[in-house]
């Protein structure tokens, strides 16, 4: 059984059980690679737009949060007074 790159009925056919396994075989194969390779890139995806949400947004904010309490009248009299 040769390799084509479109499907051919007859192809099937005319081939033995044991090809046909083998053809089913190689094409699963083929599938479950293509889907190993999908995740392993949605992963690195996800891992890279999780690290830019955290150093275009929570960076940020983490820097308000350090200003908002550097105004904050409490610690500016507990500053003042010691």
């Not at 099937?12 to 293509?34: E, G, H, M, P």
């Not at 995740?39 to 737009?49: A, D, E, Q, R």
């Not at 955290?54 to 010691?82: A, G, Y």
Request: no cysteine.
């Amino acid at each position: 059984m040769k390799f084509t790159t479109y499907f051919e009925p007859q192809l099937l056919k005319n081939t033995s059980v044991k090809d046909k396994i083998n053809y089913l075989v190689r094409l699963t194969q083929i599938l479950a690679f293509s889907a190993i390779i999908t995740g392993i890139i949605g992963v690195l995806i996800s891992n890279y737009s999780i690290q830019s949400l955290n150093k275009n947004s929570l960076e940020p904010l983490d820097h308000l949060r350090l200003i908002k309490e550097w105004n904050d009248p409490r610690f500016i009299d507990t500053l003042v007074f010691r």
